[in-house]
């Protein structure tokens, strides 16, 4: 009975710590600054210089009510880790994680996120308590 009683009340603290709420994403202007440079070097030719898919090659928009609903719900660490596994989609996880970080802060930026005093962390772990851009 002991046994059953320790395992429910472990299931129900993993179920709490798991519910525990999604805090705003933080960075700050110079952080999103570098981060648009870095975008605009390794991300624009697909994604365009205005976040809308200006090449029209399939790429995503970036920016926008799709992006939001899309990622907004999620860990702000989802965003970071798709994006430093997979783009840019010529040369996957190429960037060091701080220029990943940079531009996911360029992105939040440009989706209506206020920038913040401080940057926002290339460490998954801390990404998963934020909440990503709404």
């Not at 624009?44 to 609903?69: T, W």
Request: net charge negative; proline share 9%; aromatic share 8%.
């Amino acid at each position: 009975m002991r046994i059953m009683f320790g395992i429910g009340f472990a299931l129900l603290l993993a179920g709490a710590a798991a519910a525990q709420p999604l805090v705003p994403p933080s960075y700050t202007q110079a952080q999103a600054a570098r981060g648009e440079q870095a975008y605009m070097s390794n991300c624009a030719s697909c994604h365009g210089d205005k976040l809308d898919n200006g090449g029209g090659d399939g790429a995503p928009n970036l920016v926008g009510p799709a992006f939001s609903q899309g990622w907004g719900a999620k860990p702000l660490s989802e965003l970071y880790d798709y994006t430093s596994a997979n783009m840019p989609a010529s040369s996957p996880a190429s960037l060091s994680p701080q220029v990943y970080a940079d531009i996911v802060a360029f992105l939040l930026s440009k989706n209506g996120v206020t920038a913040g005093t401080a940057e926002l962390p290339p460490d998954d772990d801390r990404l998963k308590s934020m909440s990503g851009p709404h």
